[in-house]
Each structure stands twice: as structure tokens, then as C-alpha cells.
């Protein structure tokens, strides 16, 4: 598994523990060459992520490899037309990867399957995909036709609804990179400051932070050593705001975790599914 950096904060203030706002030029330089120094080159952006695009034109370089995403089409917003803003953004001619930011919408209007897959023929798309929130949708998607380069699941300790899907998509050359790993920072929340609506989750974030706690491990590295012990795993896609959570995600080391029993013990609790989603909060 190796680590991509998600770049939605460069954009927008965002994540129910970022503390520090969006960075300021300097800071995504630094992470921007941190990153490369420790062999993390993919970045994920989207149109949809404020101004993001356009600073990864301004900062990244030839060395990064970006992935960006389309959705929300109209008349006046077309696939084309994304594209073609989006390699304007970006200051690119072509770009690693670019996913549809709801699939619902690939399934509503199937003609942009095709579309997308044009722009991959032509070289100006290494791979295309679709960033998924349900597995019955990656279902629906398959049955299509629509065979991916990537698929973006969120996954993490306590959502780990798609797990059932890792051995096919594998057997089908399917990348695979999984987001919200921290949950949006949740997981790094105190459990007695929580939201009268995630209140029902503070048990099991109470059981997370006690083993972490036994096992004299950070949350980061709780968090990480879940993803990292999954074969199936391309890229973890981590939210970064400074160069402290960055030198951090790059210092984390493989654990020695009893997965099967820890999983065993988070099993025990009853965590209402809708609550994993972060736009539910």
C-alpha cells in the first residue's frame, strides 16, 4: 500500500478536526516536497474542491501524478467541459487518473462512460474510474459493463463495507484506493466532546482509544496499521494540512496487531451504518 495525499483542505475548510484551515502557499510547497522526498507522488483533487486544482497547477510538478474527478453535469457543465477546466486548472495536457465524483450519476447517463473513455484512448487520461459510497452502486456499475482503472471506497476500522468486493475487484486489475481513513478525523476526537448526533459512537471510540492506548500506539498509527495490513490495497488517499501530519503519516511503521481480535472486540458494538458517512453529520 502506498500513501496519496487528498487535497479537498487545499481547498476548502474542511474535516471535522482540521484545526489549522486551509494551508497557505509555503506550507503546500513544503508538504509538496516532503511528500516526494518520502516517494508520495499521487495527489487526488477535484473541480469541486474550492480553488485546488488551480493551486496544484500553481505548486505541484512534473513529478506528481494527479487524479481528479467530474460530476454535477448540466448543459453549461459538461464532461468536455470539466475536462478541459480541469486540464486548464492543472496546467496539464494529460493527467493519471480521473473518476466520477457520484457514480449515481454514471448509472443515470451512461453515455459518459463512453465519453470518459475517449479521453483515456486519446492518452490525455492514464486511467478512469469512480469514487463509490455504497457497494450496491460498485454492483450496478460492474453489471454495466463499466470495468474500472481505479474504484475510491472510504474505508476504515469501523466501515468496512466493502471489503467483501477487494478479492474480485483484485482478480479484475482494479486499483484500489480507499479514503476517509481517519474518518474525516473523527476517530481523533475526544468521545465526551462529540456531537449530540455522533453521541451514540462514543463506546467504540472509547474501545479504539483503549487499545491504542495498550498498545502504546497513536490513533495515526492505529488508523494506518488497519489499511497497511490489507494486501489488496493500492492507495490510502490522507487528508494532509501541515508538514507535522505529514512527517507523522511518513514515520508510521507496521505494527505488530492482533487484527482478527482486535476486530473481534470493535464487532461487539452496534454503530448505525449511516453514521460512517460523513455527509450524515
Given at each position: 500500500?502506498?500513501?496519496?495525499?487528498?487535497?479537498?483542505?487545499?481547498?476548502?475548510?474542511?474535516?471535522?478536526?482540521?484545526?489549522?484551515?486551509?494551508?497557505?502557499?509555503?506550507?503546500?510547497?513544503?508538504?509538496?516536497?516532503?511528500?516526494?522526498?518520502?516517494?508520495?507522488?499521487?495527489?487526488?483533487?477535484?473541480?469541486?474542491?474550492?480553488?485546488?486544482?488551480?493551486?496544484?497547477?500553481?505548486?505541484?510538478?512534473?513529478?506528481?501524478?494527479?487524479?481528479?474527478?467530474?460530476?454535477?453535469?448540466?448543459?453549461?457543465?459538461?464532461?468536455?467541459?470539466?475536462?478541459?477546466?480541469?486540464?486548464?486548472?492543472?496546467?496539464?495536457?494529460?493527467?493519471?487518473?480521473?473518476?466520477?465524483?457520484?457514480?449515481?450519476?454514471?448509472?443515470?447517463?451512461?453515455?459518459?462512460?463512453?465519453?470518459?473513455?475517449?479521453?483515456?484512448?486519446?492518452?490525455?487520461?492514464?486511467?478512469?474510474g469512480?469514487?463509490?459510497?455504497?457497494?450496491?452502486v460498485?454492483?450496478a456499475?460492474?453489471e454495466?459493463?463499466?470495468?474500472?482503472?481505479?474504484?475510491?471506497?472510504?474505508?476504515?476500522?469501523?466501515?468496512?463495507?466493502?471489503?467483501?468486493?477487494?478479492?474480485?475487484?483484485?482478480?479484475?486489475g482494479?486499483?484500489?484506493?480507499?479514503?476517509?481513513?481517519?474518518?474525516?478525523?473523527?476517530?481523533?476526537?475526544?468521545?465526551?466532546?462529540?456531537?449530540?448526533?455522533?453521541?451514540?459512537?462514543?463506546s467504540?471510540?472509547?474501545?479504539?482509544?483503549?487499545?491504542?492506548k495498550?498498545?502504546?500506539?497513536?490513533?495515526?498509527?492505529?488508523?494506518?496499521?488497519?489499511?497497511?495490513?490489507?494486501?489488496?490495497?493500492?492507495?490510502?488517499?490522507?487528508?494532509?494540512?501541515?508538514?507535522?501530519?505529514?512527517?507523522?503519516?511518513?514515520?508510521?511503521?507496521?505494527?505488530?496487531?492482533?487484527?482478527?481480535?482486535?476486530?473481534?472486540?470493535?464487532?461487539?458494538?452496534?454503530?448505525?451504518?449511516?453514521?460512517?458517512?460523513?455527509?450524515?453529520?
Amino acid at each position: 500500500m502506498k500513501i496519496a495525499l487528498g487535497t479537498v483542505q487545499w481547498g476548502l475548510d474542511y474535516g471535522i478536526a482540521n484545526t489549522n484551515g486551509i494551508p497557505d502557499d509555503k506550507v503546500l510547497t513544503n508538504i509538496l516536497s516532503m511528500a516526494l522526498d518520502n516517494k508520495i507522488n499521487l495527489l487526488d483533487t477535484a473541480a469541486q474542491y474550492g480553488n485546488a486544482e488551480k493551486r496544484l497547477g500553481q505548486l505541484a510538478t512534473a513529478e506528481n501524478k494527479i487524479i481528479t474527478k467530474i460530476g454535477s453535469f448540466s448543459d453549461s457543465n459538461s464532461l468536455k467541459i470539466q475536462l478541459e477546466n480541469s486540464f486548464q486548472n492543472l496546467k496539464r495536457v494529460c493527467i493519471y487518473g480521473c473518476l466520477f465524483h457520484n457514480s449515481n450519476e454514471l448509472l443515470e447517463n451512461k453515455q459518459y462512460w463512453s465519453e470518459l473513455l475517449n479521453y483515456k484512448k486519446t492518452g490525455k487520461i492514464k486511467k478512469i474510474g469512480y469514487s463509490l459510497y455504497h457497494p450496491e452502486v460498485l454492483v450496478a456499475l460492474l453489471e454495466e459493463g463499466f470495468l474500472p482503472d481505479i474504484v475510491q471506497i472510504p474505508y476504515s476500522i469501523l466501515d468496512r463495507k466493502f471489503e467483501p468486493y477487494f478479492e474480485l475487484l483484485k482478480e479484475k486489475g482494479v486499483e484500489i484506493h480507499v479514503r476517509s481513513v481517519f474518518l474525516q478525523g473523527l476517530y481523533f476526537k475526544n468521545p465526551n466532546q462529540l456531537s449530540k448526533k455522533l453521541s451514540i459512537l462514543k463506546s467504540v471510540l472509547n474501545e479504539i482509544q483503549n487499545i491504542c492506548k495498550k498498545n502504546e500506539l497513536n490513533t495515526s498509527q492505529f488508523c494506518l496499521d488497519f489499511i497497511r495490513q490489507n494486501d489488496n490495497i493500492d492507495y490510502a488517499i490522507i487528508g494532509i494540512e501541515s508538514e507535522t501530519q505529514l512527517k507523522e503519516i511518513i514515520q508510521v511503521n507496521n505494527c505488530e496487531l492482533n487484527w482478527d481480535s482486535i476486530l473481534k472486540s470493535l464487532n461487539k458494538f452496534v454503530v448505525e451504518k449511516k453514521l460512517l458517512n460523513p455527509s450524515n453529520w
